[in-house]
T-cell receptor, first 112, second 114 residues
Framework: GQQLNQSPQSMFIQEGEDVSMNCTSS?????WLWYKQDPGEGPVLLIA?????ELTSNGRLTAQFGITRKDSFLNISASIPSDVGIYFC????????????FGSGTQLTVLP | KAGVTQTPRYLIKTRGQQVTLSCSPI?????VSWYQQTPGQGLQFLFE???????NKGNFPGRFSGRQFSNSRSEMNVSTLELGDSALYLC?????????????FGEGSRLTVL
């Protein structure tokens, strides 16, 4: 099935460091979302973006909706141990369809 | 506010059997979507229901089916199970209208097919 190109696939960082991950697509999306999934849990919505060029923050998280509508990035500042998990980007096209297309995920490990 | 509830959390079946998974959405949410998550394919859209009607369907064979009841609860069924159907099946709910794209996921039902 079609997926977004998400990178990097995995990251190992020191506690306190900043993190950046991104998603690209060959198709236009009208909504970009970022989710985090912990082991044994379902994905949890972190940030939703609705307008090209939009920059949105949620605490230490900042995400941007690319101007071309074909990409998005997520930054995490001053990482802490509980940031560990898998981060997914997801895009939704316009119209009545509510399904999301997901990236393959970025596995984040925070080292003490 | 209770989240999305999926049952059962874990189940083991053998090839050829069928399985039914249940999802109770967040109160007030009218849209329920189902996704399959596997290590190889990631999160793949199965189908979406809104007001008891299937609105969209992903690229899965007809063995995968679902339905939604008048109270917005949903079930999905997989018949004639194959080894490749082993996966985490995630249910997600949303208000549906307006269509914001914001889905709220349950913890999933982990299916193992032997």
């Amino acid at each position: 099935g079609q997926q977004l190109n998400q990178s990097p696939q995995s990251m190992f960082i020191q506690e306190g460091e900043d993190v950046s991950m991104n998603c690209t697509s060959s198709s236009i999306f009208n909504t970009w979302l970022w989710y985090k999934q912990d082991p044994g849990e379902g994905p949890v919505l972190l940030i939703a973006l609705y307008k090209a060029g939009e920059l949105t923050s949620n605490g230490r998280l900042t995400a941007q909706f690319g101007i071309t509508r074909k990409d998005s990035f997520l930054n995490i500042s001053a990482s802490i141990p509980s940031d560990v998990g898998i981060y997914f980007c997801a895009g939704q096209r316009s119209g009545s369809a509510r399904q999301l297309t997901f990236g393959s995920g970025t596995q984040l490990t925070v080292l003490p | 506010k209770a989240g999305v509830t999926q049952t059962p959390r874990y189940l083991i079946k053998t090839r050829g059997q069928q399985v039914t998974l249940s999802c109770s959405p967040i109160s007030g949410h009218r849209s329920v979507s189902w996704y399959q998550q596997t290590p190889g394919q990631g999160l793949q859209f199965l189908f979406e229901y809104f007001s008891e009607t299937q609105r969209n369907k992903g690229n899965f064979p007809g063995r995968f089916s679902g339905r939604q009841f008048s109270n917005s609860r949903s079930e999905m069924n997989v018949s004639t199970l194959e080894l490749g159907d082993s996966a985490l099946y995630l249910c997600a709910s949303s208000f549906g209208l307006p269509n914001t794209g914001e889905l709220f996921f349950g913890e999933g039902s982990r299916l193992t097919v032997l």
